[in-house]
């Protein structure tokens, strides 16, 4: 299966990264690796997660971490919407989403296993 990441999940990660490398820059990169790690699982078989609070959504967390990723099955697709840590407040459905420049290495991992998607 196909997996394709919208912008948004791979911002998640560059936060999440940046946040954990201020402190601890190889266990920034381990969790990311864990988190990239679980959704090319998710490509193998896209029923590991549970149904997700939105409809048509699905929710897998990351073993070892406190991240879930939130994807959906569209066709032949994996779409990576969200990657959210688990003591994050989750969003309000009607707010919009403000986000910060997008951390290259993610995204040239990202982009590596496939693509990203709008």
């Known amino acids: ?14 936060e999440s990264y940046e946040f954990i490398s201020f402190d601890n820059p190889p266990a920034a990169a381990s969790e990311i690796n864990k988190v990239l790690e679980a959704v090319e699982l998710l490509s193998m078989n896209p029923a590991l997660g549970k149904a997700g609070r ?15 990723v939130i994807y959906r099955v569209k066709g032949n697709r994996l779409e990576i919407l969200r ?17 910060t420049r997008v951390f290259q290495h993610c995204l040239n991992r990202v982009r590596n296993c496939n693509q990203i998607c709008d």
């Open 54 to 68: 939105v409809a048509k959504t699905r929710e897998l967390v990351v073993a070892g971490t406190p991240y879930i």
């Open 83 to 99: 990657i959210f840590h688990s003591a994050r407040q989750w969003p309000d459905k009607n707010r919009k989403w403000m986000y």
């Open 1 to 14: 299966m196909k997996i394709c990441w919208l912008e948004k999940a791979a911002i998640d990660l560059e």
